[in-house]
């Protein structure tokens, strides 16, 4: 079965560039999450969808970062314009059961975007 | 500050000893996880124990949890040089109304061979 896509794997860009990381969540789930790591930070939750609606977007860190998530086999996290700073790699991962009552599950996550903002 | 924090940050054994990672968190969970993260890819769900578990096992896998202590130790035993990768504890939990789950920074394991 396939796992969850994401794409592009690499991503080379220059500061003020637009950015756009796609993902293909594994079907039948119907919870989304993006992730950044970085070695300073560790792993942040950016934003967490739930059947397509963005439940907790808290951790995004500002303006220039946005997510969609137009149906249930697609999402992707668009950053404009690109600073130096955005520079990590950033993960995809779906649940079958979300967040909700207790009953976090399992992340499946994808291979990551390693993006490098020059 | 971290809400789960493993320890130790690194650890290099030689393959067939055990391998043990702590992990120490601050408020309440309604369960806690580990995961495994190879260099260069994604990470992968290793084994997850509930608040009201102990202990679970999974293969050489063993995990413990002390609520009262909030702490959880991963335990492989008789590693292999293929069990060298990064692990991670993540705490699900309720936060301002909303359900979360957050990672530690990892703990980097070695097993040389």
Known sequence: ?????????????????????????????????????????????????????PIDDSGMPEDRFSAKMPNASFSTLKIQPSEPRDSAVYFCASSPFGLA?????????????????L | S????????????????????????????????????????????????????????SGRLRVTLDTSKK?????ITASRAADTASYFCATALTQGGSEKLVFGKGTKLTVNP
């Open chain 2, 2 to 57: 971290q809400q789960g924090e493993e320890d130790p940050q690194a650890l290099s054994i030689q393959e067939g000893e055990n391998a043990t990672m702590n992990c120490s968190y601050k408020t309440s969970i309604n369960n806690l996880q580990w995961y495994r993260q190879n260099s260069g890819r994604g990470l992968v769900h290793l084994i997850l124990i509930r608040s009201n578990e102990r202990e679970k096992h």
């Open chain 1, 1 to 53: 079965d396939a796992g969850v896509i994401q794409s592009p794997r690499h991503e080379v860009t220059e500061m003020g560039q637009e950015v756009t990381l796609r993902c293909k969540p594994i079907s039948g789930h119907n919870s989304l999450f993006w992730y950044r790591q970085t070695m300073m930070r560790g792993l942040e939750l950016l934003i967490y969808f739930n059947n397509n609606v």
């Open chain 1, 101 to 117: 009552g207790g009953r976090t599950g399992e992340l499946f996550f994808g291979e990551g975007s390693r993006l490098t903002v």
């Open chain 2, 71 to 75: 702490s959880s130790s991963l335990l």
